[in-house]
């Protein structure tokens, strides 16, 4: 956690514009990574930046922001179990593991199954990394404020 | 001791820059990743993922075990850094103080 804030009343009217941009933009990465450049890794980047920044600016007064180390720990390991899922779902399926033609799911095109499946593992990925940028940081402004 | 380790390091770092003359030339198309699977990754891709990004088609789909292995080891990564950082004693080696001396 940090406990004080960094800047003033400039840097507080930038926080309004500068964090949701880069949410927004993170979540625009990550579904349009499957046609165009971007993808999981690059959206959890953003992502991860737009926490940190609310978290420089505000300290404290960040509350959801604040993810607690323990739980940013857990999160990063179900990001991680989220794209082993997409592997066994294909396996439940009769396929072989992560072939996204075999997912549980009925729709017509197979290639549709195929965005889905792309789709399902760069959310996990993008939440792995988000927290394990998350969590270098707490750890380090941790040992710093002890 | 020393002077063997020495020696051993100097013959292989050798070895290693020697194999750079038996590289392919940047860009030739006769080399191997380039007559192997490369065509047919940029012949397929589309048909084969869906996607009509090659490199999220390659990374996620053909490629899919080893980015689930990647995102294993940024886990861990962060884990570990948790681990090293943190402040709590739990299975350190305990300090002596003779140690310094």
Redesign the interface.
């Known amino acids: 956690m940090m406990k004080d804030p960094f800047g003033g009343m400039l840097l507080n009217i930038a926080f309004r514009l500068l964090v949701p941009f880069s949410l927004v933009y993170a979540v625009y990465v990550l579904i349009l990574?499957?046609?165009?450049?971007g993808?999981g890794f690059q959206a959890g980047v953003v992502m991860g930046f737009g926490i940190i920044l609310a978290r420089l600016i505000l300290g404290e007064d960040a509350k959801i922001f604040n993810v607690r180390?323990e739980t940013s720990?857990v999160l990063?390991?179900c990001?991680?179990f989220i794209?082993?899922l997409a592997?066994w779902l294909t396996l439940v399926g009769g396929g072989k593991?992560?072939d996204?033609s075999f997912l549980p799911v009925s729709m017509e095109?197979?290639?549709?199954?195929?965005?889905l499946?792309?789709l399902m593992?760069?959310t996990?990925?993008t939440i792995?990394?988000m927290?394990?940028?998350l969590?270098?940081m707490?750890?380090?402004v941790?040992?710093s404020e002890? | 001791m020393r002077g063997f380790v020495i020696t051993v390091l100097a013959l292989l770092t050798g070895l290693f820059c020697s194999s750079v003359l038996f590289l392919p030339v940047i860009g030739d198309p006769d080399s191997a990743p380039n007559q192997h699977i490369s065509p047919v990754y940029i012949s397929q891709s589309e048909l084969?993922?869906?996607?009509?990004?090659i490199?999220?088609g390659t990374?996620?789909?053909y490629r899919?075990?080893d980015?689930?292995w990647e995102?294993?080891v940024?886990?861990l990564?962060?884990?570990t850094?948790?681990l090293?950082?943190?402040?709590s004693t739990m299975g350190r080696r305990p300090e002596k103080e003779d140690d310094y001396e």
């Open positions: 990574g499957e046609s165009s450049p993808g180390i720990l990063a390991g990001g991680t794209y082993a592997g593991f992560l996204y095109a197979t290639h549709e199954l195929h965005a499946g792309i593992i760069e996990g990925v792995c990394v927290m394990t940028i969590n270098i707490d750890a380090v941790r040992r002890d | 084969d993922t869906g996607s009509p990004n490199v999220t990374l996620a789909d899919g075990f980015t689930m995102t294993t940024m886990y990564s962060g884990l850094a948790v090293i950082l943190s402040k």
